[in-house]
Structures are given as structure tokens and as C-alpha cells.
């Protein structure tokens, strides 16, 4: 709402040309800081008269300086120098001069100067002053006053244009991680709620925001970001879904890209089930539009041949536009892109037929406007528009067969991504399976029995899983059958395994179906399994690094400073290590550590299947697993186990 319209809705029936529009304008200015507003209002020509006859009053001299000023020196109401400046904000005012006090007053006291930067193309000027005034004032503005939120807006706007000028990954060097926070801050607080900025302004703001993000390796905060205000996200954005895969990549935060693979996979559904249904949409669009053919001509053929305007219309729209040869087609024998062609055309074609006022803008014709809703009636017209709108609402945007490409493409990487993560994350959930089994089950076990019952698992398994590759693979693990007691030289591993071997046999003599107490055991069980993967690794590389005058380093995720690299063996490897840290390490270093005749890929394969199981279980998800999912889950654990005795060096 520009001045003028503000003032008018305060003093209805008040004029231009009024004293009381001439002291609103100067308060506006003075008290409120609104320079640019004022600016638009005198730089109108109808406002040039009104300043001519109050040129003798001192009141307005403010007023008569700013309308000279626009006669003389400024040619277009977009460009704003020093002499507006100096008014604005006093003689002595230095734009550059960023930590300086102005002696404009109100809310918008910022914004001309703001604005002088931004379209003067001094992009880092303008983000500090962004941080240094604006911020500050916008944070403390409260959003439920109208006055508060007006203002809000006109910041917003500008803030928008300037990161749009900011997309070049050069010029967002001018950009701190600091100016990110308070944007977020910004829209977080304040913005988000506020009424007078429209959803595509705040969905356009988003966008740029996650870009900046993205550049500026803020991968947390912008998967964050995302989680807060995702309905504020367009995935049929290809840009966008760029930018939230690589944050994706390295934000580490498996719960927050499991969210965002989901909504992804939604997308692709849509694109699917839209591709799977549309020939049942064209089907009932073009029933539609042929018959209210019929109708028009059953009923009103008399007005299609004897008036030209409608005669025109109708045969421009049925022939010339070629809607009745569309609705006639067999739409199973198209191609895809065809298909979708034509249901764009035929819903907006559509609209043709609904018009609530039935008259014609052009009583001549000349305006090209179908005159086919003058003989439709309302109820059948309502009827059509209810129906494109239900079809309207599942037609993605154009370019579907390269979105869906984008789209299967992102989801790939990101099952690539929640793998790792997952992995990074097993330990902990383990751990706190195991905790709760600590608390259930505290009786003991029999040591003997259980060794033999593990060696009886350990040596029965057969080479019949995915687990398994080649004939080479095969061969080893029918060797590392006769190996158990290399994988029990960890004490810890022997314990977790002998206790797991124990008590799943007891599970499966006493087991009965539906029985709740069985699954929670089960999960307390398998969580023994899982864990006694970890300490099989830790233990693997330490007595490695024993045997070795130096090793690569190990990246341990640490609360204090995030991804840490440490040696094997210290204090911070055996408090900090996880499994994402001994999938990473043999990712990128495992040539040395597996004999010498084992593929490291195939490894990292067989390895990412088992934890592949594990998270499609939603193991340490849920709080208890079903007793087929653990039977799948303990099998494919040990036939890990011995996969890795038989790969790893002697």
C-alpha cells in the first residue's frame, strides 16, 4: 500500500492537493523514515501542481526541495544520489560509514539507504549493512502489528532482490556464514508469520537461502532449514533438489535426509501415478468437452449457424484449435509426451466453457473471447471447472520426463547417503538396545554350551546369500568355516556372540507367535550381534596397527569438534569410533588391510547390504522387531562375520 492509499483509507474523502495529505507526507518522512515511499509520491507528475502552490509556505520547504531536486538531478524514480541521501540522513551522512547513527527516526530508516547500495550494485555493503542495522531492527519488530509487518515486508523485498544478485558463487563471497544465520534467524522469527508477504515470495526466499547454504557447506543448518519450512519447498524445482542433495551429502544427519527421501519418493510417485492415469484423465476430459459439443448443438444449434460471432467461435474452437480432433484420439497408442500435450491443452481449453458473468467483453468480436459459456449453462459449466481442477491438481509442472530423471537420480544418492549415515548412527542405537536388554534379562548363561552352539552356527552356514559373490569369495568362506577362533580373539566379541548364540536358541525353544515379550528379546538379541560386528573391526585394525610402523589415520565423529581424524588404538578411537568410522576407513583404505587376492569394492558391498537390512528392519527404530526379521537379520550377521574373517590379512 503505497502513501497515498494509506492516507486515503485513514481520511476517506480527502484530497491530493490537502494539508492534511502535505503533513501525513512530512511525518512519513520524519517520524516513520519512509524516503522512498515520499519520493514515489513527489516524483508523480500529478504532484508537481500541488508542490507549485505550497512553495511559499516553510512548512513543506522539505517537500519543495525533494520535487526540485527530482526537476533537476534525478531523471527516473529508480535512481537515488548523495543530495537525497544528505537529506534523508543529514550533510555529514557517509553511506560507507556503516557503523555510523543517522538522524533519521522510524522503523524504515534503513531502507533508502539499503536500497541505495543494492541498486548501486555494492553487494557486500549491502550485507553488512544488512547485519549491522537491518537485522537487528527487523528481529525486534513485532510481527502482529500491521505498521511492524508493512515494514517487514519492504525490508524483505529488498533483502530478496539483493540475494538474488547474490546466486554467483563469486559474489557470495561477500556472504559470512554469520549473514546466513541472521537471514535464518530472520525468516524464522518473524517472516514466516507474516501475512503481507506472499507464499511465492517466501518460497523464492527459501530457495535462495538453501543455495547460499549449499555454498557455504552449512549442510546441518540447511537440511534443518529445510525440515522447518519444507512446505515451503518446491521439489518440482530441479535447483532446488540440487542444492538439498549436496547438503544431503555431508550434513550427516540421517533422520532429517530420510525425511527428505521420502518427500522425494512422494514426488515420484505423483510423476509415476500421473503417467500410470492419464490416459483414464483424458479420457473423461475430452467425454466432457464432447458432450457439451452435443449440447451446444442439440440445443442451440439454431444460434451456432445463424449468428457469425458464435458460428465463428465455435468452429475456431472445435476445428482451427483442433480440440475436437484431440478428443478423438486414441490416447493408449501415444507417446507419453503427446499424451501430456494434449491434457494441458484440453484443461486449458476448458476454461471455454465456465464464465460466471455470461456476457462477452467485445460486443464486436474483436477481442477473441469463445462464446461457447453463453451457451452453457452455469450447472454444467461449474461442472466442467470442478473437474479440471481435480485433474488440474495431479498434472505436475511441464518437463516431467527430465524431472523424473533428476528425481530417480537424487533418490539413488540419497539411499546412498541414509547407507553411510546409517552406519554412522548404528552405534548409538545399538547401545541403547543393549542398555534396555541389560535392564530385562540379567540371567546367566553357560558358557560351554554357548561356545558350542556358536561353533555349530559359525561352521553350518552355507555361500547361498547376497553376501556372497564368486567362486574365489565362495572358496574363502567355506575356508573361514575352520577360523572361529580368529574372530573370538577379541573378548568382547566372544562375549557378545556366545550370549546372543545362548539366548536365541532359548528364544526359539520357549518362542511363541504374537507374543510381544519374544520380539522385545529378539531385538535385545540381535543388538548383541550388531555390536559384536563393531568390536570385531576395532579390534581387527589395532592389532593391524600393532604389526605396522605407521597407519592412515581414522575419522571419529566427536560432539565437540564434529569429524576428527585419530590413530588407531588411542583414547579418542576407542570412545568415539563407530561403524560409519571402519566403513569409511576400509572405503579408503582397505587395499592394505585385506589380503591380497580380495576386491575392497566387493567388501563395501557386501558390507553396505548388511546394513541395508539392518535400517529397512528400522532396527533401534522400533521397539521390537518381528522374530522373521531377526532370524534374517542374526544370519546375515554371521555370514558377515565370517566374510570378514575370511577377507581381512592374517
Known amino acids: 500500500m503505497d502513501i497515498y492509499q494509506e492516507f486515503s483509507a485513514r481520511h476517506f474523502g480527502a484530497y491530493l492537493d490537502s494539508e492534511e495529505f502535505l503533513d501525513f507526507m512530512l511525518r512519513q518522512w520524519l517520524l516513520k523514515g519512509r524516503h522512498l515511499d515520499v519520493c514515489h509520491v513527489i516524483d508523480h507528475p500529478s504532484f508537481t501542481k500541488v508542490i507549485d502552490e505550497c512553495r511559499d509556505d516553510e512548512r513543506y520547504a522539505l517537500l519543495v526541495e525533494l520535487s526540485d531536486l527530482y526537476g533537476s538531478e534525478i531523471t527516473l524514480a529508480s535512481q537515488y544520489n548523495e543530495t537525497l541521501l544528505a537529506l534523508a540522513y543529514g550533510e555529514e551522512f557517509d553511506p560507507f560509514e556503516l557503523d555510523q547513527d543517522t538522524k533519521a527516526k522510524g522503523d524504515w530508516r534503513y531502507h533508502l539507504w539499503f536500497y541505495f547500495f543494492n541498486n548501486e550494485g555494492y553487494v557486500a555493503e549491502s550485507w553488512q549493512l544488512f547485519n549491522l542495522k537491518i537485522y537487528p531492527l527487523c528481529a525486534t519488530l513485532n510481527n502482529t502489528r500491521a505498521d511492524h509487518m508493512q515494514t517487514l515486508v519492504r525490508y524483505f523485498n529488498e533483502l530478496s532482490v539483493l540475494m538474488d544478485k547474490t546466486r554467483d558463487p563469486d559474489i557470495l563471497e561477500s556472504v559470512t556464514k554469520k549473514t546466513i544465520m541472521n537471514l535464518y534467524d530472520l525468516f524464522l522469527q518473524v517472516v514466516h508469520n507474516d501475512t503481507l508477504i506472499d507464499f511465492a515470495t517466501k518460497r523464492s526466499f527459501c530457495k535462495r537461502l538453501i ?92 444460434k451456432v449457424n445463424e449468428d457469425s460471432f458464435i458460428q465463428a467461435d465455435f468452429n475456431f474452437f472445435f476445428y482451427e484449435c483442433e480440440i475436437e480432433e484431440m478428443c478423438t484420439a486414441n490416447f493408449s497408442e501415444l507417446p507419453f509426451e503427446d499424451q501430456d500435450a494434449i491434457l494441458r491443452n484440453l484443461l486449458n481449453a476448458m476454461i471455454c466453457f465456465y464464465k460466471a458473468d455470461k456476457t462477452l467483453t ?289
Open 211 to 302: 543455495h547460499m547454504m549449499k555454498y557455504k557447506e552449512m549442510h546441518s543448518v540447511g537440511l534443518e532449514f529445510y525440515i522447518t519450512f519444507k512446505d515451503l519447498f518446491d521439489l518440482n524445482d530441479i535447483p532446488t533438489v540440487i542444492s538439498l542433495v549436496n547438503l544431503s551429502k555431508f550434513a550427516y544427519d540421517y533422520h532429517a535426509v530420510h525425511v527428505l527421501h521420502g518427500d522425494m519418493r512422494t514426488v515420484q510417485y505423483r510423476i509415476e501415478k500421473y503417467k500410470g492415469d492419464i490416459v483414464s484423465q483424458l479420457t473423461k476430459i475430452s467425454e466432457y468437452i464432447l458432450r457439451m459439443k452435443n449440447v451446444i448443438e442439440e440445443h442451440h444449434g439454431g
Open 362 to 650: 467485445s460486443e464486436e468480436g474483436n477481442v477473441k473471447e469463445p462464446a461457447l459459456n453463453l451457451l452453457i449453462g452455469w450447472e454444467l459449466g461449474n461442472e466442467g471447472m470442478k473437474l479440471r481442477n481435480r485433474v488440474l491438481s495431479l498434472v505436475p509442472d511441464e518437463g516431467i520426463e527430465y524431472r523424473e530423471i533428476m528425481i530417480t537420480d537424487a533418490l539413488i544418492q540419497l539411499d546412498e547417503f541414509l547407507t553411510e549415515f546409517y552406519l554412522k548412527d548404528l552405534s548409538p542405537d545399538v547401545e541403547a538396545v543393549i542398555q534396555k536388554a541389560n535392564q530385562y534379562d540379567l540371567e546367566p548363561i553357560d558358557p560351554k554350551q554357548a561356545m558350542t552352539l556358536l561353533e555349530e552356527t559359525f561352521t553350518s552356514l552355507h555361500p547361498q546369500s547376497a553376501l556372497i559373490f564368486g567362486e574365489e569369495e565362495k572358496e574363502r568362506f567355506e575356508k573361514a568355516g575352520r577360523q572361529l577362533p580368529r574372530l573370538l580373539k577379541s573378548n568382547e566379541v566372544r562375549r557378545l556372540l556366545t550370549t546372543a548364540e545362548a539366548k536365541w536358541r532359548e528364544l526359539e525353544k520357549d518362542f511363541q507367535p504374537e507374543n510381544q515379550q519374544s520380539s522385545q528379546k529378539a531385538t535385545f538379541i540381535i543388538a548383541d550381534y550388531v555390536k559384536a560386528v563393531e568390536e570385531f573391526f576395532g579390534h581387527e585394525l589395532v592389532k593391524t596397527r600393532g604389526g605396522k610402523q605407521t597407519m592412515p589415520l581414522i575419522d571419529v565423529a566427536m560432539p565437540e569438534s564434529g569429524l576428527t581424524s585419530v590413530e588407531i588404538g588411542s583414547e579418542e578411537y576407542y570412545h568415539y569410533v563407530t561403524l560409519g568410522s571402519f566403513y569409511h576407513y576400509i572405503s579408503a583404505n582397505g587395499t592394505s588391510l585385506l589380503k591380497e587376492n580380495v576386491d575392497k569394492v566387493h567388501v563395501v558391498e557386501y558390507l553396505t547390504h548388511w546394513v541395508n537390512s539392518i535400517r529397512a528392519s528400522s532396527f533401534g527404530k522400533e521397539a521390537e522387531l518381528k522374530i522373521e526379521t531377526a532370524q534374517v537379520l542374526r544370519r546375515e550377521t554371521m555370514i558377515l562375520l565370517r566374510r570378514l574373517v575370511a577377507d581381512f590379512a592374517n
